[in-house]
Nanobody, 123 residues
Framework: QVQLVESGGGLVQPGDSLKLSCAASGRAFSTSAMAWFRQAPGKEREFLGS????????KYAASVKGRFTISRDNAKNTLYLQMDTPKPEDTAVYYCAAGATYRGTSINQYTYWGQGTQVTVSS
């Protein structure tokens, strides 16, 4: 099993940067693919990107490619999401998730989920 806790959310101005963290407990983290999703009010949960268990391979949604970067530190059992030049439409609750393959982009392909952290992009 993997327990996940997100942190780092808050209020950020458009164009600033923000880095989210996802702390994992459980031995399965270092062998699990990891992903970030988000959910805005009234919308479905949306895939943002994923990373393989080694960290060597990543996949991004078109909406964030080139602005957001996913990385992981298996020694620290932590997943990261670097958000550069955020926009108001990036406002949402952000979730990390663990699954079998980083190629998955749907919520049912990820088994373990964190509780989420709120990110609000506003001036």
């Amino acid at each position: 099993q993997v327990q996940l806790v997100e942190s780092g959310g808050g209020l950020v101005q458009p164009g600033d940067s923000l880095k989210l963290s996802c702390a994992a407990s459980g031995r399965a983290f270092s062998t699990s693919a990891m992903a970030w999703f988000r959910q805005a009010p009234g919308k479905e949960r949306e895939f943002l990107g994923s990373v393989s268990w080694t960290g060597a391979s990543t996949k991004y949604a078109a909406s964030v490619k080139g602005r957001f970067t996913i990385s992981r530190d298996n020694a620290k059992n932590t997943l990261y999401l670097q958000m550069d030049t955020p926009k108001p439409e990036d406002t949402a609750v952000y979730y990390c998730a663990a699954g079998a393959t980083y190629r998955g982009t749907s919520i049912n392909q990820y088994t373990y989920w964190g509780q989420g952290t709120q990110v609000t992009v506003s001036s």
